[in-house]
């Protein structure tokens, strides 16, 4: 059973920063695209970054220029660096492979106050 265990989340104010983990219990050398995404109370489950086995990067717009996505397939881990947080960041972070095939963790809560 796959299992991926995501931490790193906090509270914090606006305008600080963030960096949430994503260990995966398996190789994600070979899993093409990894991505980070995001719940917040009453809405949908949204997409904010992913990242490709060749380090290749997209980001939603909401997040663009503030969040970087970065892997490192020796640890099997990948990583969320949030900066410049805002309060409708807040949410709970899940990260997964792209297209979603693994069984969700638990994620990490992130809260932003203004």
């Known amino acids: 059973q796959v299992q991926l265990v995501e931490s790193g989340g906090g509270l914090v104010q606006a305008g600080e920063s963030l960096r949430l983990s994503c260990a995966a219990s398996?190789?994600?050398?070979?899993?093409?695209?990894m991505g980070w995404s995001r719940q917040a109370p009453g809405k949908q489950r949204e997409l904010v970054a992913g990242i490709t086995s060749g380090g290749n990067t997209n980001y939603a717009d909401s997040v663009k220029g503030r969040f970087t996505i970065s892997r490192d397939n020796a640890k099997n881990t990948v990583y969320l660096q949030m900066n410049s947080l805002k309060p409708e960041d807040t949410a709970v972070y899940y990260c997964?492979?792209?297209?979603?095939?693994?069984?969700w963790g638990q994620g990490t809560q992130v809260t932003v106050s203004s």
């Open positions: 997964n492979s792209l297209p979603y095939a693994y069984p």
């Open positions: 398996v190789s994600i050398f070979s899993i093409s695209r």
